[in-house]
């Protein structure tokens, strides 16, 4: 400064001016360095860091530079500066130093923000991270970065201790409390999700009270966010799914097999022993022939053994078409191509009621998702309503309009 005093004198500059014009000379000459130390950490220092960065055989640091923290922290040069030249300017020397300070503190902030985003960036990357998700301990992070780093600011701009202005936080911990009830709830549900492997990203969940039914894509500090079937995006609470019942379909999806629990109801009517055409028809048929031999031979040692009297249909031993059927659709489903060999596999009869007697197939899919688990369900029932009345059976159906109008023309024509 004094150079440059002493240097206007000897142009002959008027002396009332010359530390007016000394001071706007060290100023421009300070933001040409702060522009052109920028300059060459932009152009320079960034494009080498970054070109070393994308032609190694890493890919984390290829993140980082995405989260542009490099870019961020070079923001930090003109700060330092302008700093280190706060004695140049003695009157205004303090100002500057804080107000540069405060700049640096403010840089520094958003560096770290972009650290803890390119962590959990990098994290994500990673197969863990849908089972032990951080993304709400990355958030908690961010508030308590904020948190401090506007303690630090203040205290930075007031000239006090950072611990002063702490101490006085203590009287409104009951409003922080109160403002951030959710953020600790939903850490708290966090901790408790994650260390129970409640819920990962990418599991299908269901939660009525919430009408979510979908798969689960984010889960962050306070919520869950669900993508419905239907495209919609649900956001439920985290701490409504420690709190509240919800159903994962998470068991389904690692075994393999996607359960098939369906009925077909017969007419009760249908309903009848097997006579001696219909078993040799029965014969016939490719996946019960030995079924059907071994047990004729089996009624008829019986039916021997102990002299059973034939003439009357309820004596003794006989196949009725309903057992027939039932044994005939649970071969079926153990050749099946699509149903799961290694799990349950039942065809069973439940209590029969006003709409005849439902026949239930308990059974699994080998494929879950969900629109070739429908079609194979679907292909399943069509076979079997197609060959019902092969073995004599009827499916139940309440009277349609259509039967109604058939029944009153068939009665005119009578």
């Not at 870019?71 to 330092?80: F, G, R, W």
């Not at 203590?170 to 994650?194: E, H």
Request: with cysteine.
């Amino acid at each position: 400064m004094d150079f440059i005093k002493s240097l206007l004198q000897q142009w002959g500059v008027n002396g009332a001016i010359i530390g007016y014009a000394a001071n706007i000379i060290m100023i421009l000459f300070i933001a040409v360095v702060c522009i052109l130390a920028n300059w060459i950490t932009q152009k320079i220092v960034l494009r080498t860091i970054i070109h070393i960065v994308n032609n190694n055989r890493y890919t984390w640091d290829n993140i980082i530079v995405e989260k542009r923290v490099f870019h961020k922290l070079s923001q930090l040069v003109p700060a330092i500066i302008i700093y280190f030249s706060a004695p140049v300017f003695p009157a205004y020397q303090g100002l500057i130093e804080k107000a540069a300070l405060t700049y640096t503190i403010i840089v520094a902030i958003l560096v770290l923000d972009a650290l803890l985003n390119a962590f959990d960036a990098i994290y994500r990357s990673f197969e863990v991270a849908k089972i032990r998700p951080i993304r709400g301990y990355i958030q908690v992070a961010k508030i308590v970065l904020f948190i401090i780093g506007g303690i630090i600011i203040i205290s930075n701009l007031i000239g006090q201790n950072p611990l002063i202005i702490l101490s006085g936080l203590g009287a409104l911990s009951a409003v922080l409390m109160l403002i951030f009830k959710d953020s600790i709830l939903g850490l708290v549900a966090g901790i408790q999700l994650s260390s129970n492997d409640m819920v990962r990203v990418g599991d299908w969940i269901e939660m009525p009270k919430y009408d979510a039914n979908g798969d689960v894509i984010d889960i962050t500090l306070n919520t869950v966010k669900v993508m419905n079937f239907d495209k919609t995006i649900t956001m439920i609470p985290s701490y409504a799914l420690i709190s509240d019942s919800f159903k994962n379909w998470r068991g389904m999806q690692a075994a393999g097999g996607r359960r098939i629990k369906r009925s077909i109801r017969i007419d009760t009517s249908s309903i009848r022993f097997c006579t001696p055409e219909m078993i040799e028809e029965f014969r016939k048929i490719h996946y019960i022939s030995d079924y059907i031999a071994s047990r004729s031979d089996e009624i008829k040692a019986y039916n021997a053994q102990h002299a059973v009297n034939r003439e009357s249909n309820v004596n003794g031993r006989q196949l009725t078409n309903i057992g027939v059927f039932r044994e005939y659709i649970h071969r079926y489903l153990q050749n099946h191509p699509q149903i799961h060999k290694d799990m349950t596999l039942i065809v069973r009869q439940l209590e029969p009621g006003d709409n005849g007697l439902p026949l239930e197939i308990y059974a699994f899919s080998n494929d879950i998702a969900w629109a070739v688990y429908e079609g194979i369900q679907a292909d399943i029932f069509d076979h079997i309503f197609a060959v019902a009345p092969t073995f004599g059976l009827r499916a139940f159906q309440n009277p349609t309009g259509h039967d109604i109008v058939q029944l009153k023309e068939e009665s005119v024509i009578s």
